[in-house]
């Protein structure tokens, strides 16, 4: 079962994609995601020029050979680009794998932990009745689980807040996402302090209107030194946060021992994460509960099962990212993982849209606020290649932060 094509296809239905398609001498075909949101094209071409001819003419069973030997054999390791294109290679080689097996790839990872995934959406609003109007649309969508993100006052436009126009021409950022087409990012503003003050208010009042049983979530966004992240930390203690998200830059591991000290509230970090290396002082000293790697940013199925079986030595519990930015390809991926695994947690997911679906056929499914990546063989997700092709790339960046004396901050 030999490697005989191997084709990058680049497309934007809602956003942009870069999807990684291998066919075998058998007429197998397997899809990977390596789309990068605002830098899509340096996968393409680190795919192109670098990893396709290594790949023509090989076996495509071997699985962990062909990821060992990807990552290892450039010697210059990791970081988003390298890992999301041997994230593609590796997720397609498992989407082959299942279609050779004639199952699903959960099932090559050890068959089914569970019926299905718990998954949460994204409620937002500048205010708190459009915030509350939000969440009663996400229950009616069937979500039981809701990520919290508001404005807060004094500032004009944050991360989080979905129907926020653009500041500079009102354009609605496209597919629920904060990536605006363009050829120049859109500045937002910040104020930590006032974030802060406001913050707490928002869960105290989401809590007297919806009750104390709905699983609630936030996202921080990297935004707070580590003692801010403390000091948030326990003021939401009182609100029963599923998670804290990204509380402070996860590049400084040893800050979340500050943060463990005075709180509480559950924390879930790594989205920016490439390799399990990044997690491992997390993990072992357990000052997370929750991965938040994503199989398309992280170098596919076969390296995150490994962190997932690592964490599950500490208690530590999946959340994958699962924005719209990971393809529909990259979320399949994930969805598998964690039907499989024993240690899953909570899923991110954010539909995708029509355009989208129509461009990658999928058999997943997301019934009663459970997800489930279906029974077709390998990933359950087919890419309609002339559809595709009707969606040329456009150039789309995401958002930059700005504080109020112009000091450019952590987006």
Request: proline fraction near 6%; hydrophobic fraction near 40%.
């Amino acid at each position: 079962m030999k490697i005989e094509r191997a084709e990058v296809i680049v497309t934007s239905p809602n956003r942009n994609f870069v999807t990684l398609r291998l066919q075998t001498d058998d007429g197998l075909v397997g899809l990977g995601d390596a789309t990068l949101n605002g830098r899509e094209l340096a996968v393409v071409a680190y795919l192109k020029e670098h990893v396709v001819p290594l790949l023509l003419g090989t076996d495509a069973s071997r699985i962990e050979d062909t990821w060992q030997f990807l990552y290892r054999g450039a010697y210059w390791r990791r970081g988003p680009v390298t890992m999301a294109a041997i994230a593609a290679v590796d997720m397609a080689l498992w989407d082959i794998k299942g279609k050779a097996a004639n199952m699903p790839v959960y099932q090559l990872l050890g068959g089914a932990s569970r019926d299905g995934l718990m998954a949460y959406g994204h409620a937002s609003g500048p205010d708190l009745p459009s915030l509350f109007d939000s969440i009663r649309e996400h229950q009616e969508m069937g979500y039981r689980s809701i990520r919290v993100q508001t404005g807060v006052p004094g500032l004009r436009a944050i991360y989080g807040i979905a129907a926020q126009s653009a500041l500079d021409g009102g354009e609605e950022r496209y597919d629920h996402e904060p990536a605006r087409r363009g050829a120049y990012p859109t500045q937002e503003d910040w104020d930590t302090r006032a974030y802060l003050r406001h913050l707490p208010t928002v869960f105290e009042a989401v809590r007297n209107e919806f009750g104390p049983s709905m699983p609630l979530l936030h996202d921080g966004h990297h935004r707070m030194t580590p003692i801010q992240a403390a000091k948030l930390g326990k003021a939401l203690e009182p609100y029963d946060l599923f998670w804290l998200e990204d509380c402070t830059p996860a590049e400084n591991q040893e800050a979340l021992r500050l943060v463990r000290q005075h709180t509480t509230t559950p924390l879930a970090i790594g989205e920016v994460f490439n390799t399990i290396w990044d997690f491992q002082t997390l993990i072992t000293e357990q000052l997370i509960d929750y991965v938040r790697a994503a199989s398309t940013h992280f170098g596919g199925i076969s390296p995150l099962k490994k962190v997932m079986d690592f964490a599950a030595q500490y208690q530590i519990k999946s959340g994958c990212h699962g924005p719209t930015d990971i393809s529909p390809v990259g979320f399949a991926a994930q969805l598998h993982v964690g039907l499989a695994i024993h240690n899953f947690g909570i899923q991110e997911y954010m539909p995708h849209g029509a355009r989208t679906n129509a461009t990658f056929k999928q058999s997943m499914t997301f019934e009663n606020g459970m997800l489930h990546p279906g029974d077709n063989p390998g990933l359950g997700v087919e890419l309609d290649v002339d559809e595709a092709g009707k969606y040329p790339y456009e150039q789309a960046y995401l958002p930059f932060n700005r504080l109020a004396d112009g000091t450019i901050h952590d987006w």
